[in-house]
């Protein structure tokens, strides 16, 4: 009898251990998982980038599109390589309008840089002959390789205080990578 208490109380005790450790392992798992990801790079998400791509003088309402690099500071898993060339854009100004219109350079088939005519009054992309006017849009539509328009990109323009106190408009894009091959523009994870 004594003997059969003292196996009640060890299972008793026993289940109790396990009902805590398992009560334990449910409330400290999300929390490791949320303090890693908050302290790991490799967990971090994607960022997208707001580039300064230029100054506004270096756009002129002609109409005609300017070409520039993409540069940023790029990180991997641990290291940050400041600078770094991650695309282009172009920038377009009509007559008269205060601020460009931005398309980035990837083309939306397969992803290769897109080029502009000689005469530079339409985009051409090298590899398989997409055609685009300067509003981004394809010439010959859905006949067109690439499977839909240029891609734009958000743009404002921000004013700061140059050398000798005169003031600069600069040009800032926010720099988006975006699938290939699709239709519809879908951001890269
Ligand atoms: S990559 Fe531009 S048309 Fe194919």
Redesign the pocket.
Known sequence: MVESNMNNNRRTFVAAIVAVAAGALATLTPLAVGVATFLSPLFRKHKNHHVRVALLSQVPDDGLPRYFPVLTDREDAWNRTPQQRVGAVYLVRSAGEAQPIAFTAK?P????F?GTTSGADQFK?P????TFRLDGSRVRGDEE??PRDMDRLPLELRKINGENGLSVTEVWVEYIDFQTGHKQAIRTA
């Open positions: 083309c088939h397969a992803g290769c897109i992309c590899c398989h002959t997409s390789v690439s």
